[in-house]
């Protein structure tokens, strides 16, 4: 076995060890300060039945949104072929308008139905389309909300003019972009995932007002600059969008802790 090399340093000066002691103290305080410094907010948890009733509320919300978001662009493709006419409404105007409300009712329901998917997560082991279809919906309906009257638009000839026809194009296809981007669920969890880290993590949890993790330690070191932070249950940090355990937290967690997080939804690691 390699022997390991020690280094003493001998102190003479007893004034010199004493500020030391007095600069380490006083940074200890200031760490504590700080740590007192943070507003930390407590967060009610749900019952399982109050997650599943606020879910199906949201979900048929979201479904009536996107209803609506299809019944704009079936008035925007009734513009475009002229079915639809109103005298102080220019024709391509009209178009974006009704683009511009689709939008506006795509990413509200996209919003509303990812939140449901924190609090009444969908199932992944038995079916793991139906879980992407499900998780990804805000994503699919934006492509059905404004793909056919891109393609319409496209097709047409002599519906619009040259000019009207590419500024529709594109708002279309911005549009289009906006919507399935905030549509997409980037960190979906299931309901194995939340009921594993319901399991394990007992204890209450941080997480800030911007973000979709939550930590384990409030002295997190990605915490570090974060002044208002919220504290509850994982149940109502999951419940509040914040579906994933954070990278630091969970490697100290394993080590200091030994708790197993192979079930829960962790963020992955910086390389
Ligand atoms: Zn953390």
């Known amino acids: 076995m390699e022997k390991k090399q020690r280094t003493v340093t001998k102190v003479e000066d007893g004034e010199k060890v004493k500020k030391t002691v007095k600069k380490v103290a006083e940074a200890e305080e200031a760490v504590e300060e700080k740590a007192a410094d943070k507003k930390v907010k407590k967060v009610e948890t749900l019952t399982k039945a109050e997650e599943k009733s606020k879910a199906t509320t949201l979900r048929i919300v979201s479904a009536i949104l996107w209803v609506v978001a299809i019944a704009f662009e079936v008035l925007a493709i009734l513009f475009l072929f002229k079915k639809l006419y109103i005298p102080w409404l220019p024709q391509m105007w009209g178009m974006i308008i009704c683009i511009v409300l689709d939008l506006i009712c795509c990413v509200i329901a996209a919003f509303l139905w990812k939140k449901a998917s924190h609090l009444d997560p969908f199932k992944k082991t038995n079916n793991k389309v139906a879980f992407f279809i499900l998780t990804q919906l805000g994503a699919i309906m934006a492509a059905v909300c404004f793909i056919p009257l891109i393609i319409l638009v496209l097709a047409s000839k002599d519906k619009l003019d040259k000019k009207s026809k590419i ?61 208002n932070l919220y504290q509850g249950s994982v149940t109502a940090a999951i419940d509040n969008g914040r579906g994933e355990l954070c990278y630091f937290c969970a490697n100290r967690a394993e080590k200091e802790k030994s708790l197993n997080l192979a079930e829960l939804n962790v963020e992955e690691g910086v390389e």
């Open 167 to 227: 500024i529709v194009t594109v708002v279309a296809v911005v549009a289009l972009l906006i919507a399935g981007l905030l549509g997409a669920d980037f960190n979906p969890i299931s309901a194995e995932e939340k009921a594993a880290a319901e399991q394990t993590l007992t204890d209450e949890v941080f997480w800030t007002a911007f973000g979709h993790k939550y930590h384990i330690y409030d002295d997190c070191s990605s915490l570090k600059n974060s002044e």
